[in-house]
């Protein structure tokens, strides 16, 4: 399995924007499907977007409707990474933030991290 570390969490106040890192390691990253999750306290967790192989070195970048227009996700296959900015953050945003992986068309039995706080004041 892929171990996954978040970073980049933090306060910031509403109209703002965070970028979120997520390292992965071992030697097969670019196989994998990857995505950000959130939950918020009370809620169950969430898809936010995902990025996943299409063919030979094309991706296909997809995002929960909330993310749209907001958020765009990005990986660097080369450096085992996978970002996640954050545009225009609204306070509905807060939540811990999850990187996952996956090899499956599912995210059942994906890996995750262990989460990343973002907190959007208004």
């Known amino acids: 399995q892929v171990q996954l570390v978040e970073s980049g969490g933090g306060l910031v106040q509403a109209g703002g924007s965070l970028r979120l890192s997520c390292a992965a390691s071992?030697?097969?990253?670019?196989?994998?499907?990857m995505g950000w999750f959130r939950q918020a306290p009370g809620k169950e967790r969430e898809f936010v977007a995902g990025i996943r192989r299409i063919g030979g070195s094309t991706y296909y970048a997809e995002y929960a409707d909330s993310a749209k227009g907001r958020f765009t996700i990005s990986r660097d296959n080369a450096k085992n990474t996978l970002d996640l900015q954050m545009n225009s953050l609204k306070p509905e945003d807060t939540a811990v933030y999850y990187c996952?992986?996956?090899?499956?068309?599912?995210?059942?039995?994906?890996?995750w991290g262990q989460g990343t706080q973002v907190t959007v004041s208004s």
């Open positions: 996952a992986a996956t090899r499956s068309v599912a995210w059942a039995g994906a890996s």
């Open positions: 071992g030697r097969t990253f670019s196989t994998y499907t």
